[in-house]
């Protein structure tokens, strides 16, 4: 018997997304709705499993952790990447990683969604008309104002074309990005402080890195116009989230909106949960019914190839040839 976890399943819809049975009787599923924050939780829940299937980066897998499971044989993650699993950690202890692909999309298509529920109020008009009110707020319109985007990889140029759909002038910068690149995509390249000081909508499409872990600070908020918004659907350290706090409480900025966080699930007392300047979805920029499908629907396959011995999408394919060593 094969037993096999799927984690962070917090819809509970894991199991309905995939073909689970197409991988035989001698296999045992549990998927896990709840969210563990404590690593030695964690090692106590997974360690009699051979194989785990994590949602993006919800639960972190370093090296201590790993190490702690000494059953595992298979880690899959949703996505080609995972900045949360310790791949080099994985491929020292003989555990074979393998990724599914994913639908960049669905992340621009949210990115909208916030920008267009911060600057038109959706959520507090959809709240006041339900409490018997009428009218309460004044949105501003996107026609003619600058679109900002910081870092213009897939998902920044195709906020950037629907930007340009909405009638905004486009700006970019990140620290490789070409005039050329720019232009591509309908941008105009600008250096740092530009970015920041024109931007009527600034918004974010990096990768975490060192490089940008904190580029977003008090610093470069305070180059914002006071009427510009923030929004960050990439990843929560890249904007200081106190120095943020800070601006939308003073002022500096008028609004942001965000889809991930320093710490997900977002602590119960944070205060991104009360400034009413803010509209905050829980990290869906990928949770999608298209994406769980092709999420959940790999997975399988990665777990069938690998039982049959032949193991496919694999990130660490060093600690293949190590088993064949043996």
Same mark, same amino acid.
């Given at each position: %018997?094969?037993?096999?976890?799927? $984690?962070d399943?917090?819809?509970?819809?894991a $199991?309905?997304?995939?073909?689970?049975?197409?991988?035989?009787p001698?296999?045992?599923?549990?998927?896990?709705?709840?969210?563990?924050?404590?690593?030695?939780? =964690?090692?106590?829940?997974?360690?009699?499993?051979?194989?785990?299937v994590? %949602?993006?980066?919800?639960?972190?897998?370093?090296?201590a952790?790993?190490?702690?499971?000494?059953?595992? #044989?298979?880690?899959?993650?949703?996505?080609?990447?995972? @900045?949360?699993?310790?791949?080099?950690? @994985?491929?020292?202890?003989?555990?074979t990683a393998?990724?599914?692909e994913? #639908?960049?999309h669905?992340t621009?298509?949210?990115?909208w969604?916030?920008?267009?529920?911060?600057?038109?109020?959706?959520?507090?008009?959809?709240r006041?008309?339900?409490?018997?009110?009428?009218? %309460?707020?004044?949105?501003?319109?996107l026609?003619?104002?600058?679109?900002?985007?910081? *870092?213009?990889?897939?998902?920044?140029?195709?906020?950037?074309?629907? *930007?340009?759909?909405?009638g %905004?002038?486009?700006?970019?910068?990140?620290?490789?990005?070409?005039?050329q690149?720019?232009?591509?995509?309908?941008a105009?390249?600008?250096?740092?402080?530009?970015?920041?000081?024109?931007?009527?909508?600034?918004?974010i499409?990096?990768?975490?890195?060192?490089?940008?872990?904190?580029?977003?600070?008090a610093?470069?908020?305070?180059?914002?116009?006071?009427?510009?918004?923030?929004?960050?659907?990439?990843? *929560?350290?890249?904007?200081d989230?106190?120095?943020?706090?800070?601006?939308?409480?003073?002022?500096?900025v008028?609004?942001?909106?965000?889809?991930?966080?320093d710490?997900?699930?977002?602590?119960?007392?944070?205060?991104?949960?009360?400034l009413?300047?803010?509209?905050?979805?829980?990290?869906?920029?990928?949770v999608?019914?298209e !994406?769980? #499908?092709?999420?959940y629907?790999?997975?399988?396959?990665d777990?069938?190839?690998?039982? #049959?011995g032949?193991?496919?999408r694999?990130? !660490?394919?060093? =600690?293949?040839?190590?088993?064949?060593?043996?």
């Open positions: %018997m094969v037993h096999i976890a799927v $984690l399943d917090y819809q509970d819809v $199991l309905k997304m995939a073909d689970w049975s197409a991988l035989g001698q296999i045992a599923i549990r998927a896990f709705q709840d969210h563990l924050q404590d690593m030695d939780a =964690v090692a106590a829940r997974l360690r009699l499993f051979e194989v785990i994590a %949602m993006r980066e919800r639960t972190p897998f370093p090296r952790l790993l190490e702690q499971l000494p059953a595992l #044989r298979l880690l899959v993650t949703t996505g080609m990447s995972n @900045a949360a699993i310790d791949v080099d950690g @994985a491929t020292a202890l003989g555990i393998c990724g599914t994913g #639908r960049k669905t621009a298509e949210l990115t969604g916030l920008i267009l529920a911060l600057v038109r109020h959706i959520p507090q008009e959809d006041a008309i339900r409490e018997g009110q009428w009218q %309460m707020t004044v949105g501003t319109a026609r003619g104002k600058v679109l900002g985007i910081l *870092g213009l990889g897939t998902i920044g140029a195709q906020v950037a074309a629907v *930007g340009r759909a909405f %905004m002038p486009v700006i970019a910068w990140s620290q490789n990005l070409t005039a690149r720019a232009a591509e995509c309908g105009t390249l600008v250096t740092r402080d530009r970015l920041f000081t024109e931007a009527d909508v600034l918004t499409h990096l990768v975490l890195s060192e490089r940008t872990r904190g580029l977003v600070g610093r470069e908020m305070a180059l914002m116009k006071p009427t510009a918004c923030l929004i960050n659907t990439s990843r *929560g350290p890249i904007v989230e106190a120095a943020l706090v800070d601006a939308l409480r003073r002022g500096i008028a609004g942001a909106a965000l889809d991930v966080f710490e997900e699930p977002l602590p119960p007392d944070h205060p991104f949960r009360r009413p300047n803010m509209v905050v979805t829980p990290h869906v920029g990928y999608t019914a !994406n769980y #499908r092709l999420f629907g790999q997975a399988v396959e777990i069938q190839a690998f039982l #049959r032949d193991p496919i694999v990130l !660490n394919p060093a =600690v293949l040839a190590s088993e064949r060593r043996r």
